[in-house]
């Protein structure tokens, strides 16, 4: 039995201003078994000398078919001491990049 999935991502980059900048989140979801699986984010970059943001999401992801499901979700974040509200919603989608083999096709 499946719990869930997390996600942790991590990442470091020289900007083209020559500044060092750090980014880490993690991503929580709910059994991919379920139609609609609840997800929540965690989410911290911080641009050196220049910016930095924490934020969290939560929302949900509808699995509509194997190839296909939308997700929602509201993120708060603050950045430099500025609160940022989101709405984000999107669609993920799947297809082959090359044609599937007769057999694969039943």
Do not use: C
């Amino acid at each position: 039995m499946g719990l869930g999935t997390v996600h942790f991502n991590a990442a470091t980059a020289l900007t083209r201003e020559h500044r060092a900048d750090v980014f880490v989140s993690t991503i929580i979801e709910g059994p991919h078994k379920w139609t609609v699986r609840p997800v929540a984010e965690v989410f911290y970059e911080e641009e050196f000398g220049l910016s930095r943001t924490v934020s969290g999401l939560v929302g949900a992801i509808w699995q509509v078919k194997d190839d296909l499901s939308f997700d929602i979700g509201i993120r708060h974040a603050v950045t430099n001491g500025h609160a940022v509200n989101e709405l984000k919603v999107g669609m993920t989608f799947s297809f082959p990049l090359r044609p599937l083999r007769p057999s694969a096709q039943n």
